[in-house]
């Protein structure tokens, strides 16, 4: 096969560890930390994108169209979240962890089969995937606001926090009652 006549020979122009500083008023400490932790959340929140987009294409049974809908509606959600989060990385002046390959490697969330899942196995696939994002957002916006980083403990909180917990509130309510439900 022919090469592309559009190559670039130039290579990187800020390679994926160093931090291009910019007058935040941040410390630099704090922004390595926050692009860092960012760029874990980035990970993982890119993941549950792509899994609610698997088992949107994936939907069977009974429930499919109620499924296929709220799978696409949750999709779109993360996606606007992955664009932020990128975003946020940049402007503190990180590189974004951008390609599947290496997500796949960076994420914290396991890998899901190939095949199709029934309706059950995908809910509780995705409420363990939004666990893993929650409780690293709370971490994650208890460090950013303990280093004054205050930009990204916004979005980690008014964004990634109350999208997550949003979202499992929708997937747990299809989910069976477990017997705390029953005590009063």
């Known amino acids: 096969m022919k090469e592309p006549i559009t190559a670039s020979k130039r ?39 792509d899994l609610y ?25 993360q996606s606007a979240l992955v ?30 089969p190939k095949g199709r899942e029934n309706t059950a196995t995908q809910i509780a696939r995705l409420l363990h995937a939004h666990e893993v994002i929650l409780l690293e957002t709370r971490a994650m916006a208890r460090d950013s606001a303990a280093n004054g980083d205050l930009g990204t403990n916004d979005i980690l909180v008014s964004n990634v926090l109350r999208t997550n917990e949003l979202q ?6 299809h989910v069976p009652c477990k017997p705390i439900c029953d005590e009063e």
Request: net charge negative.
């Open 11 to 49: 290579g990187e122009t800020q390679t994926f560890h160093m931090i291009r500083r910019t007058p935040l008023a941040l410390d630099e400490t704090a922004a390595v930390a926050s692009i860092n932790d960012l760029n874990q959340l980035l990970a993982d929140v890119m993941t549950l994108r």
């Open 83 to 112: 664009d932020l989060i990128a975003e946020r990385i940049q402007t503190l002046g990180g590189v974004t962890i951008a390609m599947a390959p290496d997500v796949a490697e960076a994420t914290l969330i396991p890998r899901a």
């Open 53 to 77: 987009k698997k088992h949107h294409w994936q939907a069977s049974g009974p429930s499919f169209y109620m499924m296929h809908l709220l799978f696409d509606k949750h999709f779109e959600e």
């Open 168 to 173: 499992v509130w929708f997937l747990a309510e």
